[in-house]
């Protein structure tokens, strides 16, 4: 088959992180894979054996999705989103995919509709339609009102075949965190959680007993950074790692550094999830790939959910995962540095947390629901 995912990160890169995870699912099973990446490149991720075709880049101003700032840094005006569109319809042309997926839309990037919908309609119109499916995380942002539930159903059940939602049904349901129309719930596939193989040991014991603070590959954090580096001098007998994302790293490191902290400061690493194998714990926010790699690694971990802007998502998601064991939450508004180590010794000090009873075959799962929609094609 040819299959092509369309997707757009505008502010951490979990959501390309997620769709590589799914194209390089793709590849393996003997199937042509494009990734069309709407979001700013990402290097530090993983896109061995895939074809990124990489759009005009957008990210959101801070937390405001409603403002999208081009590569410049302005805002984005009509002829750059409307270059977007076309390179986003011209690769559906060209590929011809018999599997098209889109990842959040339309339950989310509203602010992206009219590239998606053109897409849609592109789709459509092809000699032969192929199958369209929404890839979707275990948690969603609710909706704040009923009408962007019913513009989604109405979207749905226009143009799409099935909704693939990542996520392990016996941990986390679609309905948690979005009202679930009976036609909504004809279309859902419960895939398992889309996660890497588990990373195993690092070659060279890299992170072995430091405490590993991270914010994913986006520019955010700097509350948690900072706390992080008070922490680290009040607790002078355990390593403090801080591993920075974002396209400022390099700037932003030079100002932590600043603060005279024991801590060592570096930019965002492709062998992180190795690091955790051997990390003494680990201090994160609570992104969808982020509680995967904690949960695939049993590593003692600390989570801070991300809570700017009104966003729900990493506080629900977190509030799963406090019940098991090692795994310690503390709100931003109670983060101190006090706080962080309190919290750090009791997850160190927890029994082991054993990662089996999950799900992690989600990518494989999707590739398989998309050939059995697909019919046999290619």
């Not at 805002?75 to 060209?94: I, N, P, V």
């Not at 795994?327 to 101190?336: F, G, M, N, S």
């Not at 089996?356 to 998309?370: P, Q």
């Amino acid at each position: 088959m040819k299959v092509l995912i369309a997707v757009t990160h505008l502010l951490g890169t979990g959501h390309l992180s997620r769709a590589l995870t799914l194209a390089r699912a793709f590849s393996a099973a003997g199937h042509r894979v494009q990734v069309a990446s709407g979001g700013f490149p990402a290097p530090q991720l993983n896109a061995e054996g895939v074809e990124v075709i990489q759009l005009p880049p957008l990210r959101s101003d801070g937390v405001d999705f409603t403002r999208l700032l081009d590569a410049d840094g302005s805002l984005a005006g009509e002829a750059y989103r409307s270059r977007r569109k076309d390179a986003l319809c011209a690769a559906l042309h060209r590929l011809q995919p018999d599997v098209l997926i889109t990842e959040l839309y339309p339950f989310g990037r509203r602010s992206l509709r009219q590239e998606f919908l053109a897409l849609l309609e592109s789709a459509a119109a092809l000699p032969r339609r192929p199958v369209i499916l929404s890839s979707i995380r275990d948690i969603l942002a609710p909706p704040s009102k009923p009408e962007k539930t019913e513009k989604a159903d109405a979207v749905i059940a226009r143009h799409y075949d099935a909704v693939l939602v990542h996520s392990d049904p016996t941990a986390t349901r679609l309905e948690a965190s979005w009202p679930v129309s009976p036609m909504l719930a004809g279309r859902l596939r419960y895939t398992g959680y889309v996660a890497p193989p588990a990373a195993g040991s690092h070659p060279k014991l890299a992170g072995r007993g430091e405490v590993l603070v991270s914010a994913g590959g986006g520019s955010v954090g700097t509350p948690l950074y900072r706390a992080a580096l008070e922490a680290a001098r009040q607790m002078p007998d355990t390593p403090w790692r801080l591993l920075v994302g974002g396209s400022d790293a390099g700037a932003r490191i030079a100002e932590f550094a600043k603060a005279g902290s024991p801590a060592l400061l570096g930019p965002a690493r492709k062998d992180f999830r190795q690091m955790l194998s051997h990390a003494a714990a680990s201090v994160s926010m609570c992104g969808y790939n982020t509680a995967l790699d904690l949960l695939q690694a049993g590593t003692p971990a600390v989570l801070i959910p991300f809570d700017a802007g009104n966003e729900t998502e990493q506080g629900l998601r977190a509030a799963s995962l406090a019940p098991l064991n090692g795994i310690e939450v503390v709100k931003t508004a109670d983060l101190t540095p006090e706080a962080l180590c309190a919290a750090v010794k009791a997850a160190m000090q927890a029994p082991p947390r054993l990662a089996g009873g999950f799900r992690f075959d989600g990518a494989a799962r999707s590739v398989e629901i998309a050939a059995e929609l697909a019919g046999g094609r290619g």
